[in-house]
């Protein structure tokens, strides 16, 4: 039930209200509100009880286990938020001078650093404020390279066929035509066919590693030796670092390009739209087109770098210093950590993500590509499910919530039928995976002997299943009735 529909007229909840503030005299006459706003006409306990109901309601990693393939779902330290939540951070003002910000600057500058150790680039910039931002920034980059060695024929951008949506979408919105690489049996980039498309119209290859398939490339170096004797750049999706946080680092894969979610891997809850942050690093080519703004350290102290300093950046991607809450955040995480702790969580993701997967295994669901380990995430296929019993990949995940438990990512990577991409995250316990594994295990049973109950799944949550096409192309967000009390007082 909306607040609205518990109003009742006159009813009010006055005891804790604000007193009124200072008058805005200098807001001009056109800009203020004709009429009062529609208010629900509540009582302060009905507000409190409505709100905590809802936030009950709510699926998240502090509530529930949420094995969100290829989103890195895992819990987050309290600690970091409140680190970045310190006044000092809070109350300084974006525009206040650089020698006032010395604190906050060098944070960030330090986490440039970090970025550049843990990934193995030459430089990094903070600037993108999300990953596909990011990967804009990165294949602008690599677009103003060949423009400024006046290699303009280079307009294909090569992208594995197990890409993330939005690598396509990205070089697209760079203006390059995009050439679908076929990934062969084992998972693996196609080599015979990416030597195929390789050529003077090559500006370079997108790729994910650990891909989300779920495996590692194992020809990582040499597609990367491939596509530079083409003349290309390759770009790292850092959407997976969590798995090879630690152990391996892109820059020494021959990448040129990369972007970090931030959001993901180091202390930021990931979904739900945001917030998000997606610092780039580059190799030693690249370095001269880094977005702004950027931190740089000198005798004088820290301070941000301006365009006049960086004649061939790619130019500015976002205002101020990016979205510095969430870069805090990833400072005071990688600063708790520490080097042994980015291995840990490397290992500990892996760990849970194989430990789920041969559980499974042997409990007779099906894996994609059951001659390769895991990495911090798995695909289990419900083709021979859905053929024998009906059991879909939609309806296991409809049934995961009834049973508490977020469900895995569906349907992606699509060139997998019926597929369920699960990523256990290395803060899960033992328990919780045995818990989720047998919960599979009781849905595939109840499918076999019961058929006509998967259509029911969910049944308790407040949505039951939706028509999903219908809820995606016309979604019903606002409430009519609010209109209605508008006209009514008007």
Not at 92 to 102: K, M, N, T, V, Y
Not at 199 to 213: H, K, V
Not at 289 to 306: D, H, I, K, N, S
């Amino acid at each position: 039930m909306l607040i609205f529909e518990k109003s009742k007229a006159e009813r009010c909840c006055q005891a804790q209200m604000p007193g009124p503030g200072p008058e805005a005299d200098d807001i001009p006459a056109h800009l203020l509100r004709s009429r009062a706003p529609v208010w629900p006409e509540v009582s302060e306990l009905e507000v409190v009880r409505h709100f905590t109901r809802l936030s009950q309601l709510n699926y998240s990693v502090d509530t529930h286990y949420y094995p969100l393939g290829s989103c890195t779902m895992k819990y987050n330290p309290k600690a970091c938020h409140r680190l970045a939540s310190l006044p000092g951070f809070l109350q300084r003002h974006p525009l206040a001078p650089d020698e006032s910000g010395q604190g906050v600057l060098s944070c960030l500058f330090e986490l440039q650093e970090m970025l550049q150790n843990i990934t193995g680039m030459a430089q990094v910039s903070l600037a993108p404020m999300a990953g596909a931002h990011g990967e804009y920034a990165g294949v602008a980059m690599i677009r103003a390279y060949h423009a400024s060695r006046g290699d303009t024929e280079r307009t294909e951008m090569l992208v594995p066929a197990a890409a993330h949506g939005t690598n396509p979408a990205t070089a697209a919105m760079c203006g390059f035509t995009v050439v679908e690489i076929p990934i062969d049996a084992e998972g693996d980039v196609d080599l015979q066919a990416l030597d195929r498309h390789l050529g003077p119209r090559t500006a370079g290859l997108m790729l994910t590693n650990p891909s989300t398939l779920g495996v590692f490339e194992r020809n990582v170096a040499e597609m990367a030796r491939r596509v530079h004797q083409a003349g290309g750049l390759l770009y790292y999706d850092g959407a997976n670092l969590n798995a090879i946080v630690g152990k391996v680092r892109p820059g020494d894969m021959g990448f040129d390009a990369i972007h970090v979610n931030v959001h993901k891997t180091f202390a930021t809850p990931h979904g739900g739209g945001g917030p998000g942050s997606g610092p780039v690093g580059v190799g030693e080519r690249l370095r001269p087109f880094l977005p702004l703004p950027m931190v740089a350290w000198t005798a004088e102290g820290y301070r941000w770098l301006g365009g006049e300093e960086r004649p061939q950046t790619i130019g500015r991607m976002s205002g101020f210093g990016g979205n510095v809450g969430i870069l805090l955040r990833a400072y005071a995480y990688l600063r708790m950590v520490g080097a042994e702790g980015l291995s840990r969580i490397a290992d500990y993701a892996t760990l849970n993500a194989n430990y789920l997967m041969v559980r499974l295994t042997k409990a007779g669901f099906r894996v994609a590509y059951p001659g390769r380990r895991a990495t911090h995430e798995f695909i289990v296929t419900l083709e021979k499910e859905a053929h024998e019993m009906g059991l879909r990949a939609l309806d296991m995940a409809k049934a995961l919530l009834d049973r508490g438990f977020y469900a895995p990512t569906v349907y992606f990577p699509q060139m997998v039928p019926e597929c369920l991409l699960i990523e256990p995250t290395e803060t899960e316990t033992r328990e919780e995976l045995d818990r989720f594994a047998d919960a599979m295990i009781a849905i595939r049973e109840q499918a076999r002997t019961e058929p006509g109950w998967l259509a029911t799944t969910p049944t308790t949550t407040p949505v039951t299943r939706l028509d999903e096409a219908l809820a995606a192309r016309k979604p019903d967000l606002v409430w009519s009735g609010v209109n209605a009390n508008q006209e009514k007082q008007a």
